[in-house]
């Protein structure tokens, strides 16, 4: 039994299909649900922690089915969601605290202090919430969501808004959680954090996974080097041998080819004889960035992103 499956699970406000047709398992892994604002990965989540009812299809968690059973559910799992959660007026301790009470959990003073040793906030675990970073706020509501022993963990969007030395905190400590046997369901936006520290991802593009996979085979399968060129003035495309052209946005463009190396003179020829100042040119390996504009054609724009809402968290967030 995986710790998460999902079969055709989709989801539809009125008539915009926000998930469509999901099928997925996940166990024991980081999984991450990768996509642009407004791809579904929300929607997801609320659906498989029985927040949200799907329109179509169905999922378990540890076996139990998310819309007959819960309870259950409710039981193995626990929901970091994107928006914080924790009450800066009180300090870090008495947030757990309260939380441990509400699940009724048994000596629930060590409990607490466990968690918030896991989090690494013991000793900053009596001053107030609102003297804490983002990053601390965040790894509080992750000591809360362990206080119940969770099977399986859902975070929407764990390091938005956070610096990058906080956001490789959060991620060793979801790593720490996942070899300790979790199964860990995040979603992200930030491509390269998935590339580095999630197992497998699924990168979904409005309501649909386009692609699934660890981001190495992912990144294998595209079997192309990279050459991004940094110059002045547009290039009229004409074909280079061995050489796609993937685009122009502002004063870079990017090509793939199968091999890098053979293709950079051809390049660096075709832009000159095209009578453009080339400022560099360089060759890297894919990303999952690649991958998604691989998958989906171009960078899609976020669908109804809501400015003024993002703003409010971050607000919050610090
Ligand atoms: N409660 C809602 N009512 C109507 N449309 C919604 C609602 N929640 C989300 N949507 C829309 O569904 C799509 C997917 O949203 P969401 O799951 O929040 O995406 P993500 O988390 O990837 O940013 C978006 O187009 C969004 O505008
Ligand atoms: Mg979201």
């Given at each position: 039994?995986n710790?998460?499956?999902?079969?055709?699970?989709?989801?539809?406000?009125d008539?915009?299909?926000?998930?469509?047709?999901l099928?997925?398992?996940?166990?024991?892994?980081?999984?991450?649900?990768?996509g642009?604002?407004?791809s579904?990965?929300?929607?997801?989540?609320?659906?498989?922690t029985?927040?949200?009812h799907?329109?179509?299809g169905?999922?378990?968690?540890?076996?139990h089915?998310?819309?007959?059973?819960?309870?259950?559910?409710?039981k193995?799992?626990?929901?970091v969601?994107q928006?914080?959660?924790?009450?800066?007026?009180l300090?870090?301790?008495?947030?757990?605290?309260?939380?441990?009470?509400?699940?009724?959990?048994?000596?629930?003073?060590?409990k607490?202090?466990?968690v918030?040793?896991?989090?690494?906030?013991?000793d900053?675990?009596?001053?107030?919430?609102?003297?804490?970073?983002?990053?601390?706020?965040?790894r509080l509501?992750?000591?809360?969501?362990?206080?119940?022993?969770?099977a399986v963990?859902?975070?929407?969007?764990?390091?938005?808004?956070?610096d990058?030395?906080?956001?490789?905190?959060?991620?060793?400590?979801?790593g720490?959680?996942?070899n300790?046997?979790m199964?860990?369901?995040?979603?992200?936006?930030y491509m390269?954090?998935?590339?580095?520290?999630?197992?497998?991802?699924?990168?979904?593009?409005?309501g649909?996974?386009?692609?699934l996979?660890?981001?190495?085979?992912?990144?294998?399968?595209?079997?192309?080097?990279?050459?991004?060129?940094k110059?002045?003035?547009?290039?009229?495309?004409?074909?280079?041998?061995?050489?796609r052209?993937?685009?122009?946005?502002?004063?870079?463009?990017?090509?793939?080819?199968?091999?890098?190396?053979?293709?950079?003179?051809l390049?660096?020829?075709?832009?000159?004889?095209?009578?453009?100042?080339?400022?560099?040119?360089?060759?890297?390996?894919?990303?999952l960035d690649?991958?998604?504009?691989?998958?989906?054609?171009?960078h899609?724009?976020?669908?109804?992103?809501?400015d003024?809402?993002?703003?409010m968290m971050l607000?919050?967030?610090?």
């Amino acid at each position: 039994m995986n710790a998460i499956e999902t079969t055709n699970l989709t989801k539809y406000y009125d008539s915009l299909c926000a998930v469509d047709h999901l099928t997925l398992s996940v166990n024991n892994e980081i999984f991450g649900m990768l996509g642009p604002n407004g791809s579904g990965k929300t929607t997801t989540v609320l659906m498989l922690t029985t927040l949200l009812h799907p329109t179509e299809g169905s999922a378990t968690v540890c076996g139990h089915d998310v819309t007959r059973e819960g309870e259950q559910v409710r039981k193995k799992l626990s929901y970091v969601p994107q928006d914080m959660a924790v009450d800066i007026k009180l300090t870090g301790r008495e947030n757990v605290l309260f939380f441990a009470k509400l699940y009724g959990i048994q000596n629930p003073k060590d409990k607490v202090d466990e968690v918030l040793g896991v989090m690494e906030l013991s000793d900053r675990a009596d001053d107030l919430v609102k003297t804490y970073s983002g990053g601390m706020r965040r790894r509080l509501e992750l000591a809360q969501a362990l206080v119940h022993q969770p099977a399986v963990m859902f975070l929407d969007e764990p390091t938005i808004g956070l610096d990058v030395a906080a956001r490789k905190k959060i991620w060793e400590h979801i790593g720490m959680l996942r070899n300790n046997g979790m199964t860990i369901f995040v979603t992200t936006h930030y491509m390269d954090e998935a590339d580095k520290y999630c197992d497998r991802v699924g990168i979904i593009s409005k309501g649909k996974i386009v692609a699934l996979d660890s981001p190495s085979a992912l990144k294998s399968k595209l079997m192309k080097d990279v050459i991004t060129a940094k110059v002045s003035g547009s290039f009229t495309a004409q074909p280079i041998e061995g050489v796609r052209l993937v685009g122009q946005k502002d004063d870079e463009i990017t090509f793939t080819a199968e091999n890098g190396k053979e293709a950079l003179p051809l390049i660096a020829k075709a832009l000159s004889d095209n009578g453009m100042k080339v400022h560099s040119l360089s060759l890297r390996e894919p990303t999952l960035d690649d991958v998604f504009i691989d998958a989906v054609g171009s960078h899609e724009e976020p669908r109804h992103f809501n400015d003024h809402q993002f703003r409010m968290m971050l607000h919050r967030r610090h």
